[in-house]
């Protein structure tokens, strides 16, 4: 109800506001008479603020998500079959925890609390890799690949989202703020490339050898 209204007021202001899956986010477009006012380059205070309002909406919804992910990793690492993507997952834990707090430093930044809101588009994606544990045997390479699959999805979920913030920060003028998640950026886009080539190097392979139940 919150992010609705919030959204409702960013988009009022600001309409045009656009951010990409490739993290490119265009300018803010304002009407004439507010781009006229403006400094060249610079955003008006009212909607550097009510851009700011949105941003911040957007960092509770993932900071919702980071956890929600967490418990999702640990499930998928105990349902994992090989050593190694195991590894990888509990590699992605770890950094998880890291991105967690610099959620919350981007927060203390900006002078917000730390706020957890419901992203419902990560509780669709985890409940999906809840399923995939539930469709595949344990101890199968199988296994190991609807795994894969579903912890990509996650990846490029927050790749998407990370971008976006990324560059919404950076129109606002908080360099602090956006170098905090592309950290995190940098960080989901490693864990999918290290994803692919876990499933390239053997797991595909394997899965491919397993007969049909
Ligand atoms: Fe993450
Ligand atoms: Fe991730």
Redesign the pocket.
């Known amino acids: 109800m919150e992010k609705k209204t919030t959204t409702k007021k960013a988009d009022s202001k600001s309409t045009g506001t656009k951010t990409s899956t490739s993290g490119k986010a265009k300018s803010v477009k304002t009407d004439n008479k507010k781009s006229a006012s403006a400094k060249k380059g610079k955003l008006k205070d009212e909607d550097e603020s009510s851009l700011k309002d949105f941003l911040c909406e957007e960092l509770k919804d993932i900071y919702y998500a980071?956890n929600a992910?967490l418990k999702g990793?640990t499930k998928m690492k105990d349902g994992a079959t090989s050593d190694k993507l195991k590894k990888a997952i509990e590699l992605?834990y770890n950094?998880?925890e890291v991105?967690i707090s610099r959620l919350e430093e981007a927060f203390k930044l900006l002078d917000k609390k730390p706020v957890k809101k419901k992203c419902e588009a990560i509780v669709g994606i985890l409940k999906e890799g809840d399923e995939v544990l539930k469709d595949t045997e344990k101890g199968t390479f199988t296994r190991d690949v609807a795994i894969i699959i579903a912890?990509q999805k996650?990846?490029h979920y927050?790749i998407a989202t990370y971008g976006s913030l990324a560059e919404l920060a950076r129109t606002i003028d908080r360099e602090d703020v956006a170098k905090l998640l592309e950290s995190?950026l940098a960080?989901?886009k490693d864990?999918?490339v290290s994803l692919t080539e876990l499933a390239t190097d053997k797991i595909n392979e394997g899965a491919a050898k397993e007969p049909a139940e």
């Open positions: 980071e992910i990793l992605h950094q998880t991105q912890s996650v990846e927050e995190t960080e989901e864990t999918d």
